[in-house]
């Protein structure tokens, strides 16, 4: 053959071996069994925050728990879920998300078994924290094996959705089912319903989930990560104890004091070391840094109201614990419905009119909660179709900051941004409570009178309903994003 006829033959094509293999853009049966066992984590997960809030008083009694000490057992809780998520986050990255999840979920099964088999104070808070710590690995594990599942776009949307939509309503679910359980069983129950769940999930999950880290190994950055979780601790603390006990209190203040000083010291520390914990070019992200943002907004509103509309529907409408947690399955109605919804508005429009439309749906509805009187049939006729779509707009937001806050990066950052934005939920949990608990007491001057509660609780939706409008105002000032995205459109 010439030279010219071997320069006029085409190029080679590349064989198909040679491309990288294209990710599923449909749900197909494989990555609906993911799904089913990530949700049915998650959903128990967000069950195990709110479960307790109703037994509290039985637990006490049972065990022998002082009325100031009896704060304690969601306190440590607290602290445990919030201070180590992303620690065990990054932990995730080094050593295989799945063996966090299933390990994760192991300990969430032992511990329960041991906080309903407690006999004393000093076992039940130890099983506290451990399930804590088990939620702070299982959270941004969890998150990360859905994120790596599914490609970017709007098959990522929907899980995330749905997600979202599960998370939410467990959180409402766990408030119904601890007051069913404990009027109806024993306040044991509370922690025995874990089990089996748990070892369900552990069963199934090792045949049906791959294994998802990093291709390079990254190594930890030990001052960073004590750094981080010690301020988180102490900044948990503090607002529990300012919640408790006023924002004056010795405690609390030093307890805000030492984690401002303490996270000041971890972006310090980031900014020096060779492989940081949060590498700050991805915290720097807009997408990242203000989704975060817009998220621990949104989880420090809806989940203050449900506080302090229980407040409301039994210190000044005279509701028992248990109707008290019924009333709120129309706002877990309205999160699903919410849930569902998100995708299609983000596929639609974008991430953006997600943030913006829930937050505005969110923000009149919190506010027309102002207008609660202290007879029950008006009240209830507000309260419920308020929480309703309260809980849509609550629900846009949350799925909407999700997408935002993971998309744009690399499968080798999801871990930390999904440990970012665990961390912004459950730091947002924590910290709702605690700001409009010390609210109401500071405006109604510590009296528990139906009268003092009601004007201290509307004092405080106003300013839930404040938060709320600052999240839509950060929403639409820094992040544009483009069509059907939660990428800005300029980094």
């Known amino acids: 053959m010439s030279a010219t006829e071997l320069a006029a033959r085409p190029a080679p094509r590349r064989t198909e071996a040679a491309a990288p293999p294209a990710r599923p853009q449909r749900l197909t049966g494989e990555l609906k069994l993911v799904l089913a066992v990530l949700l049915v984590a998650q959903f128990m997960l967000a069950v195990d925050f709110s479960i307790l809030n109703v037994a509290l008083p039985a637990i006490g009694e049972g065990l022998g728990f002082s009325l100031s000490n009896l704060q304690w057992i969601a306190t440590t809780f607290a602290l445990s879920a919030a201070g180590f998520t992303l620690f065990f986050g990054r932990i995730g990255d080094l050593i295989g998300r799945k063996k966090i999840f299933i390990g994760s979920l192991a300990l ?8 309903g088999l407690a006999t004393s104070p000093e076992v039940l808070l130890a099983a506290r924290v451990a399930q804590g710590l088990a939620t702070a690995a299982a959270t941004p594990a969890g998150l990360s094996l859905l994120t790596t599942s599914f490609p970017e776009g709007p098959l990522r949307q929907k899980a995330l959705g749905i997600n979202g939509a599960l998370m939410s309503a467990g959180f409402t679910t766990g408030a119904i089912l601890g007051g069913v359980l404990t009027d109806l069983l024993s306040w044991r129950w509370a922690f025995f319903i874990n089990v089996p769940v748990a070892l369900a999930v552990i069963v199934i999950a090792p045949a049906v989930i791959k294994e998802s880290k990093p291709a390079v190994r990254p190594k930890l950055d030990l001052p ?19 919640g408790e006990h006023g924002w004056t209190n010795a405690h609390a203040l030093t307890g805000l004091a030492a984690g401002v000083v303490l996270l000041a010291a971890f972006f310090a520390i980031e900014r020096r070391v060779a492989e940081p914990l949060v590498p700050l070019r991805t915290l720097g992200r807009r997408n990242v840094a203000w989704g975060n943002v817009l998220g621990l907004l949104a989880f420090v509103t809806e989940t203050s109201l449900v506080y302090l509309l ?13 109707t008290a947690g019924i009333s709120f399955g129309v706002l877990g109605v309205g999160t699903v419905v919410g849930g569902l919804l998100a995708p299609k508005v983000i596929a639609r429009h974008s991430t953006l009119t997600a943030l913006v439309t829930g937050g505005v749906i969110q923000t009149v509805f919190t ?5 609660l009187g202290t007879t029950t049939e008006a009240s209830l006729a507000l309260l419920l179709p308020a929480t309703f779509f309260g809980g849509i707009g609550n629900m846009l937001v949350i799925v909407g900051f999700m997408v935002t806050a993971t998309s744009g990066l690399p499968d080798a950052e999801q871990g930390l941004a999904t440990g970012l934005a665990s961390m912004s939920q459950q730091v947002g949990i924590t910290m709702g409570t605690p700001i409009m608990s010390a609210v109401v007491t500071a405006t109604s001057a510590g009296a528990a009178t139906a009268s003092a509660v009601h004007h201290g609780v509307t004092v405080a939706i106003a300013v839930n309903a404040a938060l709320v409008l600052l999240g839509v105002v950060f929403a639409a000032v820094f992040l544009r994003t483009k069509r059907g995205t939660g990428t800005p459109a300029k980094a």
């Open 108 to 115: 969430l099964g032992v511990a329960s078994l041991a906080g």
């Open 224 to 242: 960073g990560a004590l750094t981080v979780t010690l301020g988180l601790l102490a900044l948990v603390y503090g607002l529990t104890q300012a």
């Open 310 to 322: 229980t407040l409301y529907l039994q210190k000044t409408l005279g509701f028992t614990p248990l």
């Open 367 to 371: 506010a027309a909660l102002l207008f």
